[in-house]
Nanobody
Framework: QVQLVESGGGLVQTGGSLKLSCAASLRTFSLYLMGWFRQAPGKEREFVAGISRSGANTNYGDSVKGRFSASRDNAKNTVYLQMNSLKPEDTAVYYC??????????????????WGQGTQVTVSS
């Protein structure tokens, strides 16, 4: 049974930083494209970041470019999201997702096969 487990969320002040982790029970983790998404109350799920199988390539949603950074450690079956210069509008539940299909990450949540349960990030003003 595939499990993705996010951790590292919490309450932080505007301008602060958090680092999220997502541990995967995927057998061949390095074969999966990984994505980070977020969803705020009353809003649609939003693409935050994607990272290639090797970790060499990343892409980001426009609202987080220059502030967030995705990375992965295939030896630890873990993907990370470093979030800097946090703003109140970054408040949301953050999810990691995995797919074995495709050549590169996509912002379309329907393209991902597995999802974590989410971790809450709250940025106070």
């Amino acid at each position: 049974q595939v499990q993705l487990v996010e951790s590292g969320g919490g309450l932080v002040q505007t301008g602060g930083s958090l680092k999220l982790s997502c541990a995967a029970s995927l057998r061949t983790f390095s074969l999966y494209l990984m994505g980070w998404f977020r969803q705020a109350p009353g809003k649609e799920r939003e693409f935050v970041a994607g990272i290639s199988r090797s970790g060499a390539n990343t892409n980001y949603g426009d609202s987080v470019k220059g502030r967030f950074s995705a990375s992965r450690d295939n030896a630890k079956n873990t993907v990370y999201l470093q979030m800097n210069s946090l703003k109140p509008e970054d408040t949301a539940v953050y999810y990691c997702a995995a797919t074995s299909s495709g050549r590169s990450t996509t912002a379309n949540p329907r393209s991902y096969d597995y999802w974590g349960q989410g971790t809450q990030v709250t940025v106070s003003s």
